[in-house]
């Protein structure tokens, strides 16, 4: 039931980003329509699912560190609500992620971070053989050290979309299967651009520019050793893999790559992910390659999204790059402050005229 009518909003793209701010907009008593030619199916529907501001975190990214560590607190409440919404659960897992490197540099890499995060105050247990091995047996015979860090989590993004959707059509969402050309030629009091990697082909201005990943699923096979019981990271000469458990397998990601709108699977990534992914985990061999798909990630300048108002008619939701999933909650939180008129102070280093 609609608390009072606070008028027309359009929200343009019907990812993660666009359907939670739909769903909580219209909980909140705005009349919505959300428009998209191909709904949750774009990097939403691609990707690994990691609630991961700690094992994503890097020296020089401390305001990331910040706001992705706010939106994983905001986790827990927006499942709850999204779960009593839509019906249906909304796929937040509450088992936490393990780092392990390979090589002494690999291992070096985790030193790094282990440190980084620790001048930070957040709480990060180095592991050695023996304990990695308790917590996942199945890892590779060579791993010798790594990281517990409890706090990061993971989501089932596609439960995830489809439980936002179900949440969308409950609370009233009108979907709109068509492509929007310009912005102004909509029939609405406010508009959310979330359209992701297809944010600037609307509003050029924006810096968001698409980086491809590519991304595998894997389905567990009867007699092979099950997946773990937590995601597991793998730095593994160099390069980056993760392991994300789902209920029926694994999903094994992701590539990067600087090469535009291209959505293509190439046989390069699906060869390191593989071999990487093989190096952590060998038993993955005998799990059936279900999937591997593509997805474009909308990145900006400084690895931070792009969140708050563009004019008075129109609010950015965009450029929310490897971790559009993780800061659903603070997304939908500043979006709907901003359309009140009363923007969120957390969400102040997303403002998307930071740069001019
Ligand atoms: C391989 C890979 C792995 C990833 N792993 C993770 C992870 O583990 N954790 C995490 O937090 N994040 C992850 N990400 C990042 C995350 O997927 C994105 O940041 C997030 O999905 C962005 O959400 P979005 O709704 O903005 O974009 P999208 O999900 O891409 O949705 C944008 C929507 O806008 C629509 N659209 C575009 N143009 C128009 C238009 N003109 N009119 C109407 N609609 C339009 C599209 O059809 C699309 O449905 C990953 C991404 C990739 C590619």
């Known amino acids: 039931m609609r608390v009072h009518d606070r008028g027309r909003l359009s929200v343009v793209g019907a990812g993660g980003v666009g359907l939670s701010v739909a769903w909580r907009a219209a909980c909140a008593g705005w009349r919505v329509r959300l428009h998209d030619p191909l709904p949750a199916r774009g990097a939403s529907w691609v990707a690994g699912g990691m609630l991961a501001p700690l094992t994503e975190g890097w020296p ?25 919404g839509a019906g249906t659960d909304a796929g937040l897992g509450a088992a936490g992620t393990l780092v392990v490197g390979l090589d002494s540099a690999d291992v070096g890499e985790l030193a790094v971070l282990a440190e980084w995060l620790a001048a930070r105050g957040r709480t990060v247990t180095e592991l050695g053989r023996r304990e990695l091995r308790e917590r996942v047996p199945a890892l590779a015979q060579g791993i010798r050290r790594g990281l517990d860090v409890p706090g990061d989590l993971a989501v089932d993004n596609r439960a995830l979309l489809a439980a936002l959707q179900a949440a969308c059509l409950a609370a009233g969402v009108e979907l709109v299967h068509e492509a ?52 597991v990271r793998g730095v593994v000469h160099g390069r980056h893999v993760y392991l994300v458990p789902r209920s029926d397998g694994i999903v094994v990601g992701a590539t990067q790559h600087e090469v535009g709108e291209d959505r293509d699977v190439t046989v390069g990534g699906v060869r390191d992910l593989i071999a990487d992914a093989e190096a952590v985990l060998p038993s993955i061999a005998e799990y059936e390659l279900t999937e591997a798909i593509a997805g474009l990630r909308p990145m900006t300048p400084d690895n931070l999204p792009l969140i708050g108002r563009l004019d008075e008619r129109t609010v950015a939701a965009t450029g929310h790059g490897r971790n559009g999933l993780l800061l659903l909650p603070l997304t939908a939180d500043a979006v709907l402050a901003e359309l009140d008129g009363s923007p969120l102070p957390e969400a102040a280093p997303a403002h998307p005229r930071r740069f001019s």
């Open 60 to 84: 020089g990214e401390e305001d990331a560190l910040v706001l992705n560590t706010d939106s994983l607190h905001r986790w827990p409440d927006f499942a709850a609500a999204l779960s009593a």
């Open 180 to 231: 929007v050309t310009d912005l102004a030629a909509l029939p609405a009091d406010q508009v959310v651009l979330a359209a992701g990697a297809g944010s600037p082909a609307l509003v050029p201005s924006l810096p968001v520019r698409a980086v491809k990943g590519e991304i595998l699923r894997l389905r567990h096979r009867r007699s092979v050793l099950p997946a773990p019981g937590c995601t």
